[in-house]
Every structure is written in C-alpha cells, then in structure tokens.
C-alpha cells in the first residue's frame, strides 16, 4: 500500500517537473523576442522591489510588453523567473499552486503572471502564493474592469497596483519618430507652454504627427499594421464587451447585446448628453440599469463620463456628457467622418484623466481641470468670450504650433504623462 502511493507521488512529481520544464521554455522563447528599446513611461513609475505588483489596463494598452520587458532586463535564467499566461490552454487542465511549488522547488523567485482574470480563482490562488512563499516576487497583470476593492479576498492590502493606459501624444513621438521628451507638468504647460513648445519644434513638427496620433496611435498595437489597425481595434472592443465584461461582471448574453447597442448609440452622437428615459425606451430597460451601463463602459475604457464640478459619482447619478475614452475609436467605430469638435475634446479628456489629473464640467468653460484651472477647447481662432473674466480660464486651441499667454496648443497637453 505504502509503496503504491510512493509510487503514485513519484509519477505526479516527475509530472509537473516534465511540464514545468516546458514552460520555461515557452517563457525564455518568447522573452528572448522582446524588444527593450523603448519603455512606457509607466516602467520607471513602477517600484519593482515590492513582493506583489498588479499592472490594470484595457486589452491592447501593453500590458503583456511591459511585463516582459522587466523580465528580459532582470537577465535570470527561466528557472529563476517565468513568464505563465494564466489563458494558455495548460492552465485549463493544471492548477497553478502546483506549478508554483515545482517552480519555487527548482529556485524559482519571480513570477510573471499574465491575464489572471482569465484563471478562476485567481485572486485567492495570488494571495496564497504570497502569504506562503515569501521568497517569490509576484508581478500579474488583468483587465482593467477589475475593483481589487470588491474581490472576496484582500489583494489590495498586499498588492501596488498601477494602472496602465494607451500612449500619450509624447510616448507615441518616441515610439513612432524615436525622439524622446520629459514628461510635462501641468505647471510646465500654463506657466511655460511658449517656450517648452518651441523647444520641442526645433526637433519636430508636432502638427506634422498630431492628426497621425488621433486616428491610430493611442495602442502601441498599431505599429504591426496601421492599414488593419481600426479593424483591428474594433475587434478588441467587441472582445472587451461581450467577453471581458460579460466574464467579471456576470452579464448574460442580452444584456451584452443591449450594451452594444448603446455604444453604437453613443458612438453616433458623442459628445452626448444622455436621456436617460429616451435611452431607456429604445433599449428595453429601466433608469437604473441604463446608468450602471454607463459605468460598465467606463470601466472598460471605452468611454469617459464627465460630471458637473460638485457633483456626486455614485452608480445612480447620470453622466452629464459622455465622450469616447480616445480618438482613436471613432474610426474603429466606423465614424467616417467625425465631428472635429468631439475628437478634440476626446483628446484633451483622455490626456488629463491617463495623467492623474481630476477633470469635471464648468458651467461656462467646457472643462475644470483640479477643481482649480478652467478651459475652453476649439480650434486656433477659438475666443476668450465665453470665458471672459473667469480666474485660472485657458483656450487649448488645435492646429496652434505655438500659443500665446492663455491660448495653449491642444498637442501640447499630449506631454502630460
């Protein structure tokens, strides 16, 4: 009896140890392709030397790229760090506590978990690694529509968790052209706009790139086919809506159809000020649930909702304009010829809320930015009227190359992270 079960725990260890060894070698073939030349602004933000890191993001901001290119720079062996993609078909017959005790039993220290909302149970597997094997280093990236604040275990007691966004207008010029500029404060911008921005005119052209960066370059995915890239990006918003969002939000199938069709909706009309009752009509349901769709888009980062200065942010209270979270997405939305307008403002909104800062509705500006700085957001011959004499008031003017006192180029505002 004794040496049938010895016998049994010897074929499962050598096993795992069969299957480890494969996976190492899926995760130094696809490290070794890595490139490292250029990093998101978001790797140097990240304080490596703590235990668990959660790295959130939308499908197609980078997540995967960045976490890999920690793992070439650590330069360890792929018994000492691996990269485990927690979608890949093994993990559908394997447990990943299991592969861990073999990983760590071979010396293993730093453990690169890719797609962990895809992995049931994930959240609970995490923690136990952690609170068991204080020796491993833990990074794992997942899905933005996660609220660490709402799993049914503690991971944001344990876990730095950093949000990563699609590029800005500055990451895009490094990555696309190859010249790279310091990140700008919002100080920087209101106080030194003239000068900072003809520095940079003496390296490039911003305005010769600008329009290049609203119709393709906020998802670094688009340097592998900027022909297919809309095609392409309205594939990831399907996939976000009917499967990301379906999965952590426990949609079913109708309901994910009548999210559709509000983002269709919105799509057509954005910037939109939403009636909730007419929406409610046309898609079959109630107030509440019309709202808690807002949210839902919000989440997945396909939409920004925007509320008056003052305002509450519950699940009940209704956006007071709604843009789509990028200008990239409406081409992908089939919008053949968007409203110039809607792309600005798209723009300026997206820049400000990926950069940490806190943006609301003015009553006579467009926008207040820090519950401190109003701005008006038009095209270069745009006037100061309608915010005459308001303290802290700026136009951001497109197609400006160069602004004067508090008339801002809109690119400019692309430096903010």
């Given at each position: 009896m004794c040496r049938a079960y010895l016998s049994r725990i010897v074929i499962f260890v050598e096993h795992y140890w069969r299957y480890m060894d494969e996976l190492i070698i899926k995760?130094?073939?696809?490290?070794?392709?890595?490139?490292?030349?250029?990093?998101?602004?978001?790797?140097?933000?990240?304080?490596?030397?703590?235990?668990?890191?959660?790295?959130?993001?939308?499908?197609?901001?980078?997540?995967?790229?960045?976490?890999?290119?920690?793992?070439?720079?650590?330069?360890?062996?792929?018994?000492?760090?691996?990269?485990l993609s927690l979608d890949d078909i093994y993990f559908t017959r394997h447990n990943l506590t299991e592969v861990v005790e073999i990983f760590t039993s071979k010396g293993g220290k730093y453990l690169f978990l890719d797609e962990v909302h895809k992995y049931p149970e994930w959240h609970r597997e995490i923690k136990n690694i952690f609170d068991f094997n204080r020796e491993v280093n833990i990074i794992f990236t997942g899905s933005s529509i996660i609220d660490m604040l709402r799993l049914p275990v503690d991971l944001s007691r344990r876990a730095v968790v950093y949000q990563l966004t699609g590029l800005s207008f500055r990451e895009f010029l490094h990555y696309d052209q190859g010249v790279e500029f310091r990140k700008l404060s919002l100080t920087d911008v209101l106080e030194n706009h003239e000068r900072v921005a003809i520095d940079i005119i003496q390296q490039l052209k911003p305005l010769q790139h600008f329009s290049r960066y609203l119709s393709y370059g906020y998802y670094p995915f688009y340097k592998e086919n900027t022909?297919?890239?809309?095609?392409?990006?309205?594939?990831?918003?399907?996939?976000?809506?009917?499967?990301?969002?379906?999965?952590?939000?426990?949609?079913?199938?109708?309901?994910?159809?009548?999210?559709?069709?509000?983002?269709?909706?919105?799509?057509?009309?954005?910037?939109?000020?939403?009636?909730?009752?007419?929406?409610?009509?046309?898609?079959?349901?109630?107030?509440?649930?019309?709202i808690q769709y807002f949210h839902y888009l919000e989440k997945a980062r396909l939409i920004n909702n925007l509320y008056a200065g003052g305002k509450g942010y519950g699940k009940l209270e209704k956006p007071g304009k709604v843009l789509l979270e990028n200008p990239n997405l409406f081409e992908a939305l089939a919008i053949s010829h968007p409203d110039r307008g809607s792309v600005r403002e798209s723009f300026f909104v997206s820049q400000f809320l990926d950069g940490g800062h806190h943006i609301s509705l003015h009553e006579k500006g467009d926008f207040e930015i820090d519950g401190k700085f109003v701005f008006e957001v038009g095209g270069k011959n745009k006037g100061f009227k309608q915010i005459a004499g308001l303290a802290n008031s700026f136009i951001a003017a497109d197609d400006l190359e160069v602004g004067t006192g508090h008339k801002i180029p809109l690119w400019l505002f692309g430096f903010l992270y």
């Open positions: 995760s130094s073939k696809i490290t070794a392709v890595q490139a490292l030349g250029f990093k998101r602004t978001l790797y140097e933000a990240i304080d490596w030397n703590d235990r668990l890191i959660g790295i959130m993001g939308a499908r197609g901001t980078g997540k995967t790229t960045l976490m890999l290119q920690r793992l070439k720079t650590l330069g360890l062996s792929g018994a000492e760090a691996i990269y022909n297919t890239y809309h095609t392409r990006l309205e594939e990831v918003i399907k996939l976000i809506i009917e499967y990301d969002l379906a999965f952590m939000e426990h949609i079913d199938y109708q309901n994910i159809r009548k999210i559709l069709q509000l983002m269709a909706i919105l799509a057509e009309h954005v910037p939109f000020t939403p009636n909730i009752t007419d929406l409610g009509k046309k898609l079959a349901m109630g107030r509440n649930t019309v």
